[in-house]
């Protein structure tokens, strides 16, 4: 059987390696392209089994290509399905009306990229018996990671709605720790108290004196001593991990108060340089730096703690009754990636080559089109703040200069994978700056 061909069309390369060797695992040969008028000259001599389409482009984006593809009938009945950053059912459905089937996520996993080839009936349907005629070509992909969703729809997750259910779940975790280190208490307490008198001990040594036969042996007593025992353990554990969980939340607490401290000095700095009288270019004294916050390896750039920085800031700038822009410019670091199952891809060990690196990217860079994707709830924050204040204060996000690095990576060849992160990470950030008007 002829192995099946897949054109991945993307202007990032990383999205590109990222989506090919997920298909290569299902013996599907890839052809890239990293432009809409790159693979529409691809499609003039060429007819693969299915199309994977980036929307955000240069020159003419993925729904305008679809419908290009679509309205030639010699290419028509080429399934295409979108792989994007955008989300929505309102996105979902324009790309359905405009010839596409479905929406692939940027942030993928293996098992998205088997739904889709069920969807797109690229894999066998296994409830007939027969052996699949495509098998993946990595043995350790689990035999079975099929079969999970065999006759089920491709039901994307909302991330708004995993993030908020993870925190519920927290909450509720801290207090079920909460309840059982109580009850365990209040239980050992109980038990400590009861064996504590020692009157039991003298009718049973006067049986023994009397009878010269041993008394009964409390093995009850015995049994809850244990008992107590194993319970003071679990609750010294369960005590441990809620000082962890206590230290890590005051942790995050100081950030936020650095974070608030170094606004609070930033716009006292753009203050004195909006009230300063106009001077000779010559003279004038330097803006303010942005204000920066790292972000770490795996969350979006403006995650909501980092969501709150900005918040705060526009409420103090509401206050001192300054008027202006804030401009949020997001940075990503090159990460040295290696494989990691259904999860995608995660760092690889520090000791290992950066050279032996199974990837070089980030999940979240989906900037190279030029236009950087605006989360939700940065979009509603924008939108109040500029009701709030009549447009007297507006917020942007937009992608920074990638060429603008905080540390310079060192030579693939010579630097192992954690001193190649290290560099990274120190690249993975946020600035924030304020425009005076």
């Not at 003039?44 to 009938?73: C, S, T, W, Y």
């Not at 007593?221 to 679990?234: E, K, Q, Y």
Request: glycine share 6%.
């Amino acid at each position: 059987m002829a192995a099946r061909r897949a054109l991945v069309v993307d202007d990032s390369k990383s999205a590109r390696v990222v989506l090919s060797r997920m298909l290569e695992k299902y013996g599907i040969e890839v052809d890239p392209a990293d432009s809409a008028e790159a693979a529409l000259e691809y499609l003039r001599g060429n007819h693969p089994d299915v199309i994977f389409m980036d929307h955000l482009m240069p020159g003419m984006n993925g729904l305008q290509a679809v419908r290009e593809i679509k309205a030639n009938p010699d290419r028509a009945s080429i399934p295409i399905m979108m792989y994007t950053s955008q989300e929505g059912e309102l996105y979902a459905g324009e790309a359905r009306a405009s010839g596409a089937i479905g929406v692939l996520p940027k942030s993928i996993r293996p098992i998205d990229v088997t739904k889709a080839l069920y969807q797109l009936q690229l894999l066998p349907d296994r409830r007939d018996g027969q052996p699949s005629a495509l098998q993946p070509i990595d043995e350790g992909w689990p035999a079975a990671a099929g079969a999970a969703v065999e006759g089920l729809p491709a039901v994307p997750v909302d991330p708004r709605l995993r993030g908020l259910v993870e925190a519920m779940l927290k909450e509720q975790s801290l207090e079920l720790r909460r309840f059982m280190v109580s009850t365990l208490d209040t239980y050992t307490h109980r038990v400590v108290t009861e064996l504590r008198p020692k009157a039991a001990a003298e009718p049973e040594e006067a049986v023994e004196q009397a009878t010269g036969l041993p008394a009964a042996r409390p093995w009850g007593w015995i049994t809850a001593t244990l008992s107590a025992l194993v319970a003071l353990v679990i609750v010294a554990v369960l005590y441990w991990q809620s000082q962890d969980a206590t230290a890590q939340a005051k942790r995050a607490f100081e950030a936020v108060t650095a974070s608030n401290d170094a606004l609070t000095k930033a716009i006292e700095k753009w203050r004195v340089v909006s009230e300063r009288p106009p001077v000779d270019t010559s003279t004038q004294a330097q803006e303010p730096r942005p204000l920066v916050l790292s972000v770490p390896f795996g969350e979006p750039p403006v995650a909501p703690i980092r969501l709150e920085a900005v918040r705060t800031l526009v409420a103090q700038l509401e206050r001192s009754a300054i008027e202006g822009k804030v401009r949020v410019e997001s940075y990503f670091g090159s990460f040295c990636l290696s494989e990691a199952g259904e999860q995608g891809y995660a760092l690889a060990p520090a000791a290992t080559a950066a050279s032996q690196c199974e990837q070089i990217g980030n999940p979240y860079d989906d900037t190279q089109s030029g236009v950087s994707r605006q989360p939700i709830d940065f979009a509603n924050l924008a939108a109040s703040v500029r009701r709030r204040t009549s447009g007297a204060i507006e917020i942007e996000l937009v992608p920074g200069p990638r060429e603008r690095l905080t540390a310079s990576y060192p030579s693939i060849e010579q630097a192992t994978a954690g001193q190649w992160n290290a560099a990274a990470q120190s690249n993975n950030r946020i600035e924030i700056s304020i425009i005076p008007r």
